[in-house]
């Protein structure tokens, strides 16, 4: 029994190759091999580009202008109250706090905290040092007896 025709890409008149030009031999492609390397080829690009290399700077982005790098934006640390008090004894048992004698000292710059907020509330007098506090959280230290330190002035507060 004779093998049967295949039917795939009947009535498709590329076959799948996109125009009607390709698929005819290597001129689709520029020649074989390294051939086709005249008005076209290597030369005619600047050494790194005919290595292989990612270009840098316009050539990087089609010829639209400059590559723009952004910037990671670094997230603020935030610590809030009820953590505060939660931590401050095994911050002092682990030596990241001090334990004085009208209360606690704690410096949440070197714990790579950015910002003091006030959701919780404080019972021991707790001295903290960090650049930026909430109004609240402020207040509420300070009615418990402690006080903020360190705080970077800002626009608003000038």
């Known amino acids: 029994m004779a093998d049967k025709k295949s039917r795939k890409k009947r009535g498709s008149r590329t076959h799948g190759w996109g125009a009607g030009k390709k698929h005819r031999g290597a001129g689709n492609r520029g020649g074989r091999g ?24 316009q050539i990087a982005n089609d010829n639209r202008g400059m590559v723009t790098v952004l910037k990671r934006v670094q997230k603020s640390q935030v610590l809030n109250l009820s953590d505060l008090q939660n931590n401050i004894t095994k911050w002092t048992t682990e030596g990241k706090a001090e334990k004085t004698k009208t209360g606690y000292s704690v410096n949440l710059t070197k714990l790579k905290y950015t910002k003091l907020l006030s959701q919780g509330e404080v019972s021991d007098k707790i001295t903290v040092t960090i650049p930026s506090v909430s109004a609240k959280a402020k207040e509420k230290l300070e009615a418990a007896g402690g006080k903020v330190e360190g705080i970077i002035p800002t626009e608003e507060s000038k």
């Not at 051939?35 to 580009?49: F, V």
């Open 34 to 57: 390294r051939a086709g390397m005249g008005k076209r080829g290597q030369q005619r690009k600047t050494l790194p580009l005919s290595q292989g290399k990612r270009p840098v700077g």
